[in-house]
């Protein structure tokens, strides 16, 4: 005879079939909702590509204005064949601006923009501002 006291504790078997159904339909809510975020966001090559054409793009930038200086400081790919992305590369778009920028009163500071555009909502921004000096 197994003699037990009243006040025993522990989880009865109907208590982990409960606690483990439960904890089951919340993970698959947390899986259901990465799910959709995945398929609602730009893939990360896509997103990487993007950055990684941008960064090219600010790297030829910056290298002109240590080359020729400050006031020479342009976007030259516009025309050299350098500047072109690969033919296995398709559906992004590149575009700069230099513009002039004014800190306090001092407007020796120009403010480079690079936009990359790409497949699946992929973009890229990147933005330095150099000085004269």
Not at 19 to 25: H, R, S
Not at 95 to 103: A, E, L, N, Q
Request: hydrophobic residues 45%; proline residues 4%; contains cysteine.
């Amino acid at each position: 005879m197994i003699i037990t006291p009243k006040n025993s504790a522990g989880f009865s078997l109907i208590e982990l079939v409960i606690f483990i159904v439960v904890i089951g339909l919340a993970v698959s809510g947390v899986f259901l909702a990465f799910s959709t975020t995945l398929q609602n966001t730009p893939l990360v090559n896509t997103q990487t590509l993007a950055n990684q054409l941008a960064v090219a793009r600010m790297e030829i930038i910056i290298g002109q204005r240590r080359m020729f200086g400050f006031s020479n400081t342009i976007d030259i790919c516009s025309g050299p064949a350098v500047c072109t992305v690969p033919a296995v590369i398709t559906g992004y778009t590149i575009t700069s601006s230099i513009t002039g920028y004014t800190v306090g009163s001092d407007s020796n500071y120009k403010l480079i923009a690079v936009t990359v555009t790409g497949p699946q909502n992929s973009k890229a921004v990147l933005q330095t501002l150099v000085a004269a000096y």
